[in-house]
């Protein structure tokens, strides 16, 4: 996702240029480095540039190595360390004259910026110093997310994730949050979002079946991503033998109600079983139908971020031995831990 077509989105909706701010705080915080006393973002066209620069704390033209940038900076705050600078820029002389007619035509009169005014303006010595606290407060804020998140990266194909931090506050409303709340968006790989909600919000997320889709209508219908309608048990059937066949070298042996049983050349069988993300289990057999492992959403064991759990061997005493399986419920995102479970069924064969 880019900076860009958040703010593109924003302004859909009519936000104001320090609303918008926001939001890209809220992302922002992915990409701040310590280095980097300011986050940069260019935008697409000169109206865009006027939007940003109505609300914001500084406009001007900064002129570096002979190019011209059309700056609107707005100013570190408590809960984000870095100013923000949306801008435009080129080398030449006349892009730089015309744009500088249509932002005084507008109201906005640019004034020229050196390098000791601007790091100045940005208030580059101060940010370690805004950083550090910063820093550890997002890292303790989001400790659950970086858990699960870790997890996630080894077992399942999700492969991204952000962090949507208001200063572990409640991302709706600014009030004290209880809860973190993730959702995980996916095409060929998973990104997966999180962010903290107070404990109404976090409820009215759970009614909405898609937690985006939630947050969405609350930033004012911000819709970013678009493949995201849950799927009929028709396609998620259709959907596990697609990827039983292509992805797992499999053969369909039967389908029966949400279960299918497919089989590996080598004789493993694999049972998948998908009533919902909250129900389902993935089962790893031996050619003559024994239990080798099984990944399941049983409530039965304590384990974090559960109840999904791996029982990654299940032949008699190590039965009950249980790890996190940080699976989704669904085949598209879990295929990582399947195929790894696979392997190591053919391994003791
Ligand atoms: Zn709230
Ligand atoms: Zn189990």
New binding site residues.
């Given amino acids: 996702m880019r900076l860009n077509d958040v703010i593109t989105d924003c302004i859909r909706l009519k936000l104001s240029g320090a609303a918008t701010d926001n939001v890209i705080q809220c992302f922002g915080g992915n990409i701040l480095r310590k280095e980097k006393p300011v986050l940069v973002i260019e935008v697409s066209s000169k109206e865009i540039l006027l939007w940003m620069m109505q609300g914001a704390t500084n406009v001007h033209v900064y002129i570096s190595a002979g190019t011209f940038h059309v700056n609107a900076m707005y100013a570190p705050t408590v809960r984000f360390p870095a100013a923000r600078i949306y801008f435009m820029k080129s080398k030449n002389l006349f892009w730089f004259g015309h744009i500088g007619v249509y932002l005084e035509q507008n109201g906005i009169k640019l004034t020229p910026v050196d390098d000791a005014s601007f790091s100045k303006l940005i208030d580059e010595t101060g940010y370690i110093q805004r950083y550090k606290p910063w820093y550890e407060k997002r890292k303790a804020d989001s400790r659950l997310f970086d858990g699960l998140l870790g997890g996630r990266l080894k077992n399942t194909a999700v492969d991204q994730a952000i962090w949507l931090s208001f200063d572990g506050k409640c991302l709706v409303c600014g009030e004290k949050a209880d809860r973190m709340a993730t959702s995980t968006v996916w095409g060929k790989s998973g990104m997966m979002i999180g962010m903290h909600l107070c404990l109404t919000h976090e409820e009215e997320s759970q009614k909405q079946s898609i937690l985006l889709n939630y947050l969405s209508n609350h930033l004012g219908g911000i819709v970013m991503f678009s493949n995201m309608r849950p799927l009929t048990t028709e396609e998620m059937l259709e959907q596990t033998c697609e990827i039983l066949k292509v992805n797992f070298k499999c053969t369909i042996m039967k389908v029966v109600g949400e279960t299918v049983t497919a089989r590996r050349q080598s004789g493993i069988t694999v049972v998948i079983r998908h009533q919902s993300p909250s129900n389902y289990a993935y089962i790893i057999m031996t050619p003559e139908g024994k239990q080798l492992s099984?990944v399941?959403s049983?409530d039965?064991?304590i384990v974090p971020y559960g109840p999904d759990?791996v029982?990654s061997d299940l032949r008699k005493s190590t039965k009950n031995v249980?790890e996190t399986s940080f699976t989704y419920g669904h085949i598209c995102l879990d295929m990582k831990l399947l195929l790894k479970l696979i392997q190591e069924a053919e391994d003791k064969l």
Avoid: G
């Fill in positions: 099984r399941d049983a039965h064991h759990h029982h249980v």
